[in-house]
């Protein structure tokens, strides 16, 4: 779960709107003045609960839409969502449609992030079983997503701070326009929200993963569309943020598309042949990271393209 540094949070809601910090005081009946809001905003002094929910609520934002998770009134519910997370990740979809039919008794009525939830789990599960198709389970994502952002149409989608629940729909519609082929509306969500994240309202870490994951889809959109030098800039900016904060994560995915797109260079004598050592050395790291952290599918990736590109050059266990 990240956490939120709520100075940034004001800052990027108010400047989403339009609204300038002297309106914003004016609009909360002068709960602070337009300078005590600019060190709030940039961390210069702690920001009190009840003002930041108060400036919150001039800007029209959901009281119910809060930075944590679904509101239950027992704890079986929180079980349940995890229980029903793993049955998804088996793919036991019928017995995850029992438990988010039995997780509705446990919910506090009338939440908005309840509804949300229930709306992204409902057509996942429907997606899943074929049920409906692509185009319908988008649509559906992009309603759950309405729920604790009403005004979503209107908005700058890159100046909005959204919670982790909201991410993760975001994240769920990115796989879909992947699945789809929407590359074009695959490559402006991933920009739009790599744009957002370097806002950085959240800590570090979730930051990292977050960027990063911007990073290695923007790679592979680049490789797709045989735009090396693009793909290679991403891939080159995601391993340098990696090693900055001395983490692993899911950088074996950069490493093989820089080497993928520094071969594909050197095939089309944009590159010098000589690259080919650093494209091997970038795939035996890619190969092993990915062994280290269980990863077979993306080993299994590495090793065939070793034995078609290196095969007498490069042994792999």
């Given at each position: 779960m990240a956490v939120y540094r709520i100075g940034n949070i004001l800052r990027m809601k108010r400047e989403a709107l339009g609204i300038t910090r002297e309106k914003l005081c004016e609009m909360s009946e002068e709960i602070c003045s337009p300078q005590t809001l600019?060190?709030?905003e940039n961390g210069k002094v702690k920001v009190k609960k009840?003002?930041?929910w108060r400036l919150m609520e001039c800007m029209d934002e959901l009281p119910e839409r809060n930075y944590a998770s679904i509101m239950?009134?027992?704890y079986r519910a929180l079980q349940l969502k995890t229980e029903i997370q793993a049955h998804i990740f088996h793919?036991?979809?019928i017995e995850a449609e029992i438990k988010v039919d039995e997780i509705k008794?446990?919910?506090e009525n009338n939440y908005v992030r309840n509804n949300q939830y229930l709306q992204e789990m409902s057509s996942k599960l429907a997606y899943y079983k074929q049920q409906i198709y692509e185009e319908e389970h988008i649509e559906n994502l992009w309603k759950a997503l309405r729920y604790t952002i009403p005004n979503l149409d209107k908005i700058n989608f890159e100046e909005w701070p959204y919670n982790c629940e909201e991410f993760e729909i975001l994240i769920a519609i990115l796989s879909m326009?992947?699945?789809t082929n929407k590359i074009e509306s695959e490559e402006k969500l991933f920009l739009q929200i790599k744009k957002n994240i370097e806002k950085k309202y959240v800590d570090e870490d979730y930051y990292v993963s977050r960027h990063t994951l911007c990073l290695v889809g923007l790679s592979q959109?680049?490789?797709m569309t045989y735009q090396h030098e693009k793909s290679i800039g991403y891939c080159n900016e995601g391993i340098a943020e990696f090693k900055n904060q001395r983490i692993l994560g899911i950088i074996y995915d950069l490493l093989f598309d820089l080497a993928w797109?520094?071969?594909?260079?050197?095939?089309k004598e944009i590159l010098e042949k000589e690259e080919r050592e650093s494209c091997k050395k970038l795939l035996v790291q890619a190969y092993y990271m990915s062994v280290a952290q269980n990863m077979e599918y993306r080993a299994g990736r590495i090793k065939r393209l070793c034995v078609q590109n290196y095969s007498d050059e490069i042994n792999l266990l």
């Open positions: 600019y060190r709030m009840e003002i930041f239950v009134s027992d793919k036991e979809y008794q446990y919910m326009y992947h699945t959109i680049m490789s797109n520094k071969e594909k260079m050197i095939q």
